[in-house]
Every structure is written in C-alpha cells, then in structure tokens.
C-alpha cells in the first residue's frame, strides 16, 4: 500500500508560479509509475502527465506545454509538479495518482487532491 499526500496548492495570479507536491509514504515508489491530473468544477479529472518510475515523461497534454514540468525524486518518495505562467483555466484540484505500470483513471494509489485557484 502506498498513500499520496499532495501540497503546494493555493491562491496565485495568472502569470505566477506554483510548484505541487506529492509525498509518498507505506512503501517505496521508485518502482511505481506515477502521474498528475487535474479536475476543475463541473468537469472532468483530465491526465496532466505521466512519468515512469525511471523518470521518462511519458505523455504531458498539450495545455502543459511549454508551462507545467513533472518531475520526481525517489530518494525523497516524493512527486512534483512544476507550473509556471499559470493561467485562470488552471483553476482546479489537481491529483497524483501511483500505478504499477501506468497511470489512468482507474490506477489504484490517489492522494486526495490540492487546490489551485488562479486569479486574473
């Protein structure tokens, strides 16, 4: 079992920067992919990136583009999501999530969520 605890979340102005994290604990995820997704009101969760447990990124959505990076440290069990220039669209709770293999909706591991709210 392992269990996720995002942080990082917060008010920021469009433009600004936040940088998420996701710290593991109950086990070693350094054989675990891992993940970020984001839910916004009214819609639905929607897979940010993806990045295996050697480190490759494996899928980023084109919103992430040139803004948001995901990176991890399995020394410190922890995941991060970078973001930059963030934008009022970015409103949403954002979510990692841990799987054997891959990361989809219905991966098993999943931290209950931090929220970002981006003002214009």
């Known amino acids: 079992q392992v269990q996720l605890v995002e942080s990082g979340g917060g008010l920021v102005q469009a433009g600004g920067s936040l940088t998420l994290a996701c710290v593991a604990s109950g086990r070693t995820i350094s054989d675990l992919a891992m993940g970020w997704y984001r839910q916004a009101p009214g819609k639905q969760r929607e897979l940010i990136s993806r990045i295996t447990s050697g480190g490759v990124v494996t899928y980023f959505a084109d919103f992430m583009k040139g803004r948001f990076t995901i990176s991890r440290d399995n020394a410190k069990n922890t995941l991060y999501l970078q973001m930059n220039n963030v934008r009022p669209e970015d409103t949403a709770v954002y979510y990692c999530?841990?799987?054997?293999?891959?990361?989809?909706?219905?991966?098993?591991?999943w931290g209950q969520g931090t929220q970002v709210t981006v003002s214009s």
């Open positions: 999530a841990a799987d054997r293999v891959i990361v989809t909706s219905t991966s098993p591991y």
